[in-house]
């Protein structure tokens, strides 16, 4: 039985298909992270943002992530996808999912995932504005 799933795409992320991935029958809890493109950054209006990745790097970093959440939590299941390419405002670059028996373990396994990924992972953001553009999260 696989406990991770593990996805960069262009395509449009599907919280159902993260959802039904953790859902198991021994867990009483799962908890969801989604983050989505805001129109607002420091107070100046952001247009669109751009995803750009390393992927095979940004890929193995991830299921580091994912295989330490499962060792440092007494989860089930976690899912990570996160988004390539141009997002427009309310479009979702990030879901994260995990599962668990009791719902202290979900929430804390999906907050140190997103933290860790935000941190970790050579995924770079950039915002556009309407007066120009800026990159964020420049790391690894």
Request: aromatic share 8%; with cysteine; proline share 4%.
């Amino acid at each position: 039985m696989r406990k991770t799933s593990i996805k960069i795409t262009a395509e449009k992320l599907d919280l159902q298909e993260c959802y039904n991935f953790v859902t198991d029958d021994s867990c009483g809890g799962i908890s969801a992270f989604v983050g989505t493109v805001r129109n607002d950054t420091k107070g100046k209006e952001v247009k669109q943002l751009d995803f750009s990745t390393y992927k095979p790097m940004a890929l193995k970093e991830m299921q580091k992530i994912a295989d330490l959440a499962l060792e440092k939590y007494p989860i089930k299941k976690i899912a990570i996808h996160h988004a390539e390419g141009l997002l427009q405002i309310g479009a979702v670059p990030v879901i994260i999912t995990t599962s668990s028996k009791h719902r202290k373990a979900a929430f804390d396994a999906c907050q140190f995932a997103i933290d860790m990924l935000k941190e970790t992972v050579p995924i770079w953001k950039k915002e556009h504005f309407s007066d120009g553009e800026v990159w964020v999260n420049a790391h690894p």
